[in-house]
């Protein structure tokens, strides 16, 4: 020992840089404590595989062309994101600055989809290194990224399964949505480094999981609920897409959304493709937006049988012909409607007399 050190040990004095060193450990020691227990979203039980897909098809990546519609809604929202589909949540997640990602789907085959964007956002540093591994020419090295990523082959096969059918697809959605944020003058993961790291960050973290889940089925979606409730996490945005289109509000979907810890602050966001409603111009789709307690009394009502059924209530936003938002229980929103039609119906009187007045001058 130098006189130096000698001389520390024996006054009891730390040298600055161990005191440095150890206020580090420290810090991170009071951090991993403070971070609430994610374990039980590590093991989320798997629904099972429905009997059948929609019209047989496997949607690897999102036909919703206007999810600049969703920008404000989920505008830094936090908390917990969960959200069904593909590539649109990444979009809608990294807006949200969401904490925690729960991607689901009930075609295991997204699910695998999802694994190959694991890999992929981990080896990538930036935004247009993660578009070039979606490229024709980095084929080889991607697999490879795979193969290193699932070691075990049972698990690795579904992923370049996945991989192989749907890269050419991902690649020009991805350049599509590149586009269409450009258009719409907004940030986008794909382009904007601050928005593709928060992704990164959550994936280098072990805070995304994925899991195939069902809406309608008794494990997936309830068990995110106690999952979010044990580690503390409020539900900041929860991303439906147009899903609740193909089923009825049944007791097991009235049951499965209550699980979830939605409140005031929460944001549902979702996509309708069915007749009776507006639609944004040009497309397939009404784009909605709704508050997390609006939508938990709405499914308290008994009317309400079907999301048409409630988003029939949902006034257009003076923005956009085909978005709308809903922040009311189903009281208060029939009572609008209704207010709105005994206007309409009086207007068309209060006309149709002023031309009978107007003709009799004539005459």
Sequence with gaps: ???????????????????????????????SASEP??????????????????????????????LELFHDAVKDKGGLYIGVGSDQNYLLGAWARAELLVLMDFDQSIVDLHRVYRVLFQKAETPEAFLRLWSQESKPEVRRLIEEGYPDKKERAPVLRAYGIARWAVERRLHRVVEQMKKAALPCFLVDADEYAHIRRLYQEDKVFMVRGDLTAQRSVRAIGQAAVQAGKKVGVLYLSNAEQYFPYDARYRSNIRELPLDESSVVVRTSGQRGITHVKGTYYHYNTQSGTSFLAWLEDAKTRSVLAMLRYAPDTAKVHGLSWLDTGPDEAREAMKQKLLAKRQAKKEKSRSRRTRGEAVK
Excluded: K, Q
């Design 37 to 66: 227990a994610l374990s039980s979203f590590a093991s989320l039980p798997a629904d099972p595989a429905p009997p059948e897909l929609v019209r047989g098809n496997h949607y690897w990546i999102s036909n919703e062309d206007h």
């Design 1 to 31: 020992m130098d006189d130096t050190r000698a001389y520390h040990a024996r006054r009891g004095i730390m040298p600055a840089m161990r005191v440095l060193a150890l206020l580090a450990v420290l810090a991170s020691c009071v951090a």
